[in-house]
């Protein structure tokens, strides 16, 4: 009885230290001074291509990801497309990985990531701009992107709407995960969009 004792004494002892010890590896923090508009859920690979593909892009593109996660769509534009990409998300954590996924993907001359908050990104050199947010948080972002967007920029949003704005295009299909999805393309018009 004595040794069980002895084992439940020590095995609380471990995890009270675990709990309490500066040298314990606290989890990825998201940077305090900037919202979160969305959950991380990366975006499978079929569904980057068809957000690609509605908005059209070219060599000549240069597309901004808001909220990039691991770095995927402006890797894909650079990779299939040649288009030069920006991808910024508040994470370091993702901005890690697209940085490590870049380098695996050669395209370092055509892409870069930055640590920073989406709402607070410039875009007005964008000529696509892409995103995977919450409807409210594509909202927030709207009057920003219209105000930026020189006119005949394209904003390709996946699964949510930018609100009561008709997009120009959309395409519903069903993704690898069986899923379906819907893809909504806006074209900048010069009109601010509150």
């Given amino acids: 009885m004595l040794t069980i004792m002895i084992r439940i004494g020590v095995a ?17 923090q998201k940077r305090p001074d900037a919202p979160q508009l969305a959950p991380y859920v990366p975006t499978g690979h079929d569904v ?10 070219t060599k000549s593109d240069f ?5 990039c996660g691991d770095g995927r769509i ?3 534009a650079a990779k299939k497309y040649g288009a030069r990409g ?12 697209a940085n490590a996924n870049l380098k695996t993907a050669g395209v370092q001359n055509l892409v870069q990531f930055r640590l920073q908050d989406a709402l607070k990104t410039d875009v007005t050199q964008a000529t696509v701009v892409t995103t ?14 219209t105000k930026q967007l020189k006119p005949g920029a394209r904003i390709v949003t996946n699964t949510f ?3 009561d704005w008709t997009p120009s295009k959309t395409d519903t299909f069903v993704d690898a995960t069986g899923r379906t999805r819907t893809l909504y393309l806006y074209v900048a018009d010069g009109k601010v969009r509150q």
Avoid: C, K, Y
């Avoid at 597309?63 to 909220?67: A, E, R, S």
């Avoid at 920006?86 to 990985?97: N, T, W």
């Avoid at 995977?132 to 992107?145: D, E, G, K, T, V």
């Fill in 12 to 28: 609380l002892a471990i995890f009270a230290l675990s709990v309490v010890s500066p040298f314990a590896q606290a989890p990825a």
């Fill in 74 to 76: 402006p890797i894909a």
């Fill in 86 to 97: 920006l991808g910024v998300d508040i994470d370091p954590v993702r901005i890690s990985e």
């Fill in 63 to 67: 597309v901004i990801d808001l909220g």
């Fill in 48 to 57: 980057v291509d068809r957000m690609l593909s509605l908005a059209g892009v």
């Fill in 132 to 145: 995977f947010l919450l409807s409210a948080s594509n909202l927030r972002l709207r009057p920003i992107l």
């Fill in 161 to 163: 709407s930018m609100g």
